[in-house]
Nanobody, 124 residues
Framework: QVQLVESGGGLVQAGDSLRLSCAAS????????MGWFRQAPGKEREFLATITWDGGRTYYADSVKGRFTISRDNAKNMVYLQMNSLKPEDTAAYYC?????????????????WGQGTQVTVSA
């Protein structure tokens, strides 16, 4: 079993930056593909970014490409999401997830483990 705990969310203004962290425990996630998703009230869960086990490949949703950066530190069992130039439409609960997929994983059904989420609110 893998437990994931997100942190780093909060209330910011448009144009600000935040870095979300995801701490993994239970098992090392060094061999897992990791991803970030978000879900706004009344909307479906949205894929944001994914990173392969070695950090060698990343993939982003068009909505965040160029603004968000996913990274990982396998030695610390951590995954991060650096979010720059935040917009009010980025307001959502943000989730970290782990997948046993062999490559990048962009669909929520591909992921096996999920965190509880951290709220990000961006004011205009």
């Amino acid at each position: 079993q893998v437990q994931l705990v997100e942190s780093g969310g909060g209330l910011v203004q448009a144009g600000d930056s935040l870095r979300l962290s995801c701490a993994a425990s239970g098992r090392t996630v060094s061999s897992y593909v990791m991803g970030w998703f978000r879900q706004a009230p009344g909307k479906e869960r949205e894929f944001l970014a994914t990173i392969t086990w070695d950090g060698g490949r990343t993939y982003y949703a068009d909505s965040v490409k160029g603004r968000f950066t996913i990274s990982r530190d396998n030695a610390k069992n951590m995954v991060y999401l650096q979010m720059n130039s935040l917009k009010p439409e980025d307001t959502a609960a943000y989730y970290c997830a782990a997948s046993t997929a062999l490559g990048v994983a962009t669909t929520s059904g591909t992921y096996d483990y999920w965190g509880q989420g951290t709220q990000v609110t961006v004011s205009a």
